[in-house]
């Protein structure tokens, strides 16, 4: 759980940042360090036995005295600043081996080192330069042949410790060692200073979405910046405001249908309690009868288009697309309409093209839509009101049409029409048919439109071909 918030994270990625950083400084600019600082001095060293190995070229020869060697090769190491060992060359039975004649500290028996480098210069003819342990630590060497009758006779070594590199290596190594010390408290500090503000944001996003799981759509979600968290509270508050708006549609939905479902259930109980009234005459009992018979019929179509409703709006009703002549439809839908039209004395018209007009459609669901709007058509309009029902195709799709010449529908409830229980005007529908007609229409990849102007009413409704 600790390891797992961000604060945590965040500080432990600095820490590792700042141990990497001082693990590849040294682990590898320390070593090449050091061998730079190595070769430097190597080749500052063989400089300084090439300028001063020359005076000693006079300390070869058999006539030549102990003492003058010595003076020379104190000479040169003090001019070079360095230990110079004077070495002879033997050249036996069993190959080349160098000795020690003469060494500026006066030291002869030398045990510790074992100047292969001169024994390499023996042999090659060439100076050479190399690097040995002694008692006292690593030392550099560097080696000059000297010859004598084009042979070389001697060999001498230049040598130095190499305590002052090994010391400012570690010098350095102790100076990195503290600083990334340094760095990595910093680093845990900084991580946790600044993801301390991050992981408090996410707890406050983290509260206030809880609170909308929980029902309550008043949470708010500050949005103090732009960066990631700043978006997330952004999105979160848009979620919070479509569901605050879904649950208030739904609370609506639910209200409403209760009613309309309600009221024609107790007028119905109320009319069945006059009916068990016995001293009703047969007439008002055939009138009450009528009602009845409304009521349940009204109950019927509402209980069937809530159905329908809740399952587009959950996805589950199924249509079944095929190409459809949506010409045969329209007639057919026409003349289902045949016995409402004559009582309503309104003319219904077709203007169907004289080739067929094929949609990619559910045939079923397109009749229910013609239903839906013919209906609407006559009924949202006074007796003798004629209806047009047109279709006409191209650009991929297929457009039909149902004008009627009606009273028209107010602009302010244009927009509302297409919602479920929106009505109107004071005829007694329910006002689901065109919240249906439009789900639908969008459950064909189609659309749905008005236009309505007092005198001609057009509802428009374009399916892919
Ligand atoms: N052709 C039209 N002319 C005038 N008003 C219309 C027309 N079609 C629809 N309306 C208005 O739009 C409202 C919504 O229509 P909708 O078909 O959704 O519900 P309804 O007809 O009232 O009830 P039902 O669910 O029984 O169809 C209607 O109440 C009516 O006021
Ligand atoms: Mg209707």
């Known amino acids: 759980m600790i390891l797992g918030s961000i604060r945590t994270r965040l500080?432990?990625?600095?820490?590792?940042?700042?141990?990497?950083?001082?693990?590849?400084v040294t682990l590898y600019v320390?070593?090449?360090?050091?061998?730079?600082?190595?070769?430097?001095?190597?080749?500052?060293?063989?400089?300084?036995?090439r300028t001063y190995s020359g005076p000693l070229r006079q300390a070869i020869g058999s006539n030549v005295d102990e003492k003058t060697v010595d003076d020379e090769v104190r000479a040169a190491a003090d001019n070079a600043n360095a230990r110079v060992t004077l070495l002879g060359v033997s050249r036996g039975t069993e190959g080349l081996s160098t000795y020690v004649i003469s060494d500026s500290t006066q030291e002869v028996d030398i045990s510790d080192l074992s100047f292969d480098v001169?024994?390499?210069?023996?042999?090659?003819?060439?100076?050479?330069?190399?690097?040995?342990?002694g008692d006292a630590g690593?030392?550099?060497?560097?080696?000059?042949?000297?010859?004598?009758?084009?042979?070389?006779?001697?060999?001498?070594?230049?040598?130095?410790?190499?305590?002052?590199?090994?010391?400012?290596?570690s010098l350095i190594r102790h100076r990195i060692l503290v600083a990334g010390g340094l760095a990595v408290i910093v680093a845990l500090l900084a991580g946790l200073l600044f993801s301390g503000p991050l992981a408090r944001r996410v707890r406050r996003l983290q509260r206030g979405a809880r609170q909308v799981a929980a029902g309550d759509f008043s949470a708010r979600f500050p949005i103090n910046s732009r960066d990631e968290v700043g978006q997330l509270?952004?999105?979160?508050?848009?979620?919070?405001g479509q569901l605050g708006q879904l649950d208030s549609a739904r609370k609506r939905f639910i209200a409403t249908a209760s009613h309309e479902l309600r009221t024609p259930i107790f007028s119905l109980s109320g009319f069945v309690e006059l009916l068990l009234d016995e001293d009703l005459d047969e007439e008002t009992r055939r009138a009450f009868l009528v009602q009845v018979r409304d009521q349940v019929a009204r109950l019927r179509t509402l209980t069937v288009e809530?159905?329908?409703?809740?399952?587009?709006?959950?996805?589950?009703?199924?249509?079944?697309?095929?190409?459809?002549?949506v010409g045969v439809v329209a007639r057919a839908v026409a003349?289902?309409?045949?016995?409402?039209?004559?009582?309503?004395?309104?003319h219904l018209e077709l203007r169907l093209p004289a080739q067929a007009l094929v949609a990619e459609c559910d045939p079923e669901r397109l009749a229910q839509v013609l239903r839906i709007l013919i209906d609407n058509a006559l009924v949202h309009t006074p007796p003798g009101t004629d209806v047009v029902v047109a279709a006409s195709g191209g650009d991929g799709q297929v457009a039909l049409a149902v004008r009627d010449s009606g009273p028209g529908i107010r602009r302010a409830d244009v927009e509302r029409i297409f919602e479920p229980f929106f009505t109107s005007d004071d005829v007694q529908g329910s006002g689901l048919g065109l919240a249906i007609a439009h789900e639908l229409a969008e459950r064909m990849a189609g659309r749905l439109t008005v236009e309505s102007q007092p005198g001609q009413t057009t509802f428009s409704f374009e399916l892919p071909a």
């Open 335 to 346: 003349s289902e309409f045949l016995p409402a039209l004559s009582t309503h004395g309104s």
């Open 11 to 24: 500080a432990l990625g600095f820490l590792v940042v700042a141990l990497v950083a001082v693990g590849v």
């Open 118 to 133: 001169a024994q390499e210069t023996a042999r090659t003819g060439r100076a050479g330069t190399g690097l040995e342990s």
């Open 306 to 325: 809530l159905l329908d409703l809740s399952r587009l709006e959950a996805g589950s009703l199924e249509l079944r697309p095929e190409p459809t002549d």
């Open 30 to 49: 320390l070593p090449s360090l050091q061998d730079q600082l190595t070769n430097q001095k190597l080749r500052a060293l063989a400089q300084a036995a």
């Open 233 to 240: 509270a952004r999105t979160l508050d848009e979620m919070q």
């Open 138 to 169: 690593r030392v550099g060497e560097a080696a000059r042949p000297l010859r004598y009758n084009r042979r070389v006779a001697r060999v001498v070594v230049f040598s130095q410790p190499l305590n002052d590199v090994n010391e400012t290596v």
